[in-house]
C-alpha cells in the first residue's frame, strides 16, 4: 500500500495529541498513538506503510474481520433504507428481526429486548429493570447491587460501582459512587471439583454476605465464567449456579454481562451455558454488531417485564436518542446471521487448541506468573505490570497489534484467523514478552 505523506501524517499525529482525549489518557502527557489507515480482513494498515494482525478484534468486537463484504452489504442495504430514525412511536424492521433473532438463540426464558447504544448503558437499563422490579414488588429499599470482585461493566457510573474496588476507579471518586455490596472474588479456574476446599469457602462467605444484606440487595451483577477487563479471570460454572441458587433463595435478580463474553468467545454461544445458567436480565454489546457500530441490548424474563410493566411508573424508565439504530441493528443482524451460518464452535475450539500451543512456551520464561487459555481468549499473565508501550513496540515487530493492561498481555483474535495467523499471534506475544520482560 502507499504510505501516506509523512508530513500529513505527523500533522494528523499532533492534532490528535492536542485535541483529542484516548481512553484513560492524559493531555498533557499523552502516551504514543498510531495512525491507522484502513482496515481489512485480520489486518490494520497503518499510515506509513506498514500492517499488523488485530490480535484484539478491536477490544473483542470485530469477530468476522474488517471489511468483511457480507457485513459491508448489510449497511449499505440499510444506508439506501434510512439510517435512523427515532424509537418513540416508530419502529423497524432491523430492530424487530434482530430481537427475534436474539430471543431465538438465547435462553427461552429470555423474551423481550431493549436496544440502546453501548455496554455501559445497558448495565445501567439493566439495572433500572431490577430497581423498577423490586419496587413493582413492593421492596423498594433492595435499591444496592450485589457483585463479585475482579469485576469489569463499564465506565459510567452505575457500572463503574460494580467494578473491581482497586483496579476499577472507586477511590477516585469515593464518594459519588453508590458503595454496592462485593462478596470475594470466585477461586481461580475454570476447572474445579465441585468439593473444592476453596471453592466451598468462597460459597460460604458469599452466601452469608447474601444474607446480611438481603433487605437492601436487588440483583447480583456479574460476568459469568470469565470475568474481561478486570484481568481476563477464568472462575468455575460451579460459582455461577451458585449464585443463580443465593439470587433465588434472597429473590435478587440475576444479570449476566455477557458483553466480553457472548457471540461463542468463551467456546459457548454465551458463557452462562458453561453452567447451564439462565439469568433474569442479560446484557450484550461488543461483538454484537461484529465491531461495527455500538450497539447493546438487554434481554429479560416476562416476570421482570411484567413486574416493571405493573409497577410504579408503569414503564421502563429509559429511551436514549439512537435506541436501536437502524444501521447497528441491520449490521447486527448480518453478523449474527452469519456467525450462525457456520460452525462457529469448531472455529473457536480450533483458536483454543493453536492458542494454546502457541502460547505455552511463556510458561518457561522468566517473569510470567501464567498462561491460560479460555476458548478464543489466550492470556499471558506477568509478575508485575506490563510495560504497554515497549510491548506493543515489540509485538508489532512481529506483525500483531496487541494492547496489554495491567499484567495481562492477551489475545482475543477475530473468528476469521487462520491457523497460520493464530501461530503468528502466539509467536508475538512469547516473543515480545521475552524481549521485554525476561
Ligand atoms: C466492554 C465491557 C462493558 C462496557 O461496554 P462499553 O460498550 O464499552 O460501554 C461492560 N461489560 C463488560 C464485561 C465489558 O467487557
Not at 53 to 63: E, P, T, Y
Not at 70 to 88: E, I, P
Not at 186 to 208: Q, S
Amino acid at each position: 500500500m502507499e504510505p501516506a505523506d509523512p508530513s500529513r501524517q505527523s500533522a494528523l499525529l499532533s492534532a490528535d495529541a492536542r485535541l483529542l482525549w484516548h481512553p484513560y489518557s492524559s493531555m498533557t502527557d499523552p502516551a504514543p498513538v498510531r495512525l491507522v489507515d484502513s482496515a481489512d480482513g485480520v489486518r490494520l494498515h497503518f499510515a506509513d506503510g506498514s500492517s499488523a494482525i488485530d490480535a484484539m478484534s478491536s477490544w473483542w468486537c470485530m469477530i468476522h474481520g474488517y471489511r468483511n463484504p457480507v457485513l459491508d452489504a448489510a449497511l449499505r442495504d440499510q444506508v439506501d433504507r434510512m439510517s435512523h430514525v427515532m424509537f418513540g412511536g416508530l419502529t423497524h424492521a432491523p430492530a424487530i428481526n434482530l430481537a427475534e433473532r436474539l430471543v431465538s438463540i438465547t435462553p427461552d426464558a429470555l423474551q423481550h429486548v431493549f436496544f440502546c447504544d453501548s455496554g455501559s448503558v445497558s448495565i445501567e437499563v439493566a439495572v433500572k429493570l431490577a430497581l423498577q422490579y423490586q419496587a413493582a414488588r413492593g421492596r423498594r429499599s433492595r435499591t444496592r447491587l450485589l457483585t463479585v470482585r475482579g469485576g469489569y461493566h463499564g465506565d459510567t457510573f452505575t457500572p463503574m460501582s460494580v467494578c473491581d474496588p482497586v483496579t476499577g476507579m472507586h477511590s477516585m471518586f469515593a464518594g459519588a459512587l453508590r458503595e454496592q455490596v462485593f462478596a470475594p472474588r470466585p477461586p481461580a479456574g475454570f476447572d474445579r471439583a465441585p468439593d473444592d476446599p476453596e471453592l466451598l469457602a468462597w460459597m460460604g462467605a458469599t452466601e452469608d454476605l447474601a444474607a446480611r444484606h438481603t433487605d437492601e440487595v436487588a440483583a447480583i451483577v456479574v460476568e459469568p465464567i470469565l470475568q474481561g477487563a478486570g484481568g481476563m479471570y477464568p472462575y468455575s460454572p460451579a460459582c455461577l449456579a451458585f449464585l443463580r441458587d443465593v439470587a433465588d433463595r434472597h429473590g435478587f435478580l440475576l444479570i449476566l454481562d455477557e458483553i466480553a463474553t457472548g457471540f461463542g468467545r468463551t467456546g459457548t454461544l454465551f458463557a452462562a451455558e458453561h453452567a447451564g445458567v439462565v439469568p433474569d436480565v442479560m446484557c450484550l454489546g461488543k461483538a454484537l454488531t461484529g465491531g461495527y457500530l455500538s450497539l447493546a441490548a438487554v434481554l429479560c424474563t416476562s416476570e421482570v417485564a411484567y413486574a416493571v410493566s405493573s409497577g410504579p411508573g408503569r414503564a421502563l424508565m429509559h429511551g436514549p436518542t439512537f435506541m436501536a439504530n437502524p444501521l447497528a441493528c441491520a449490521v447486527a443482524l448480518a453478523s449474527l446471521n452469519l456467525l450462525l451460518a457456520q460452525d462457529w464452535a469448531s472455529t473457536v475450539a480450533g483458536i483454543s487448541a493453536g492458542l494454546s500451543r502457541g502460547l505455552a512456551p511463556a510458561r518457561d520464561l522468566p517473569g510470567v506468573k501464567d498462561v491460560r487459555v479460555l476458548g478464543a481468549v489466550g492470556v499471558v499473565q506477568l509478575e508485575a505490570p506490563a510495560d504497554v508501550p515497549a510491548l506493543t513496540a515489540a509485538a508489532l515487530r512481529r506483525g500483531v497489534w496487541l494492547r496489554p493492561f495491567l499484567d495481562l498481555v492477551y489475545t482475543m483474535p477475530p473468528y476469521i484467523c487462520t491457523d497460520a495467523e493464530i501461530a503468528t499471534i502466539g509467536e508475538a506475544v512469547v516473543g515480545a514478552v521475552e524481549e521485554v520482560v525476561a
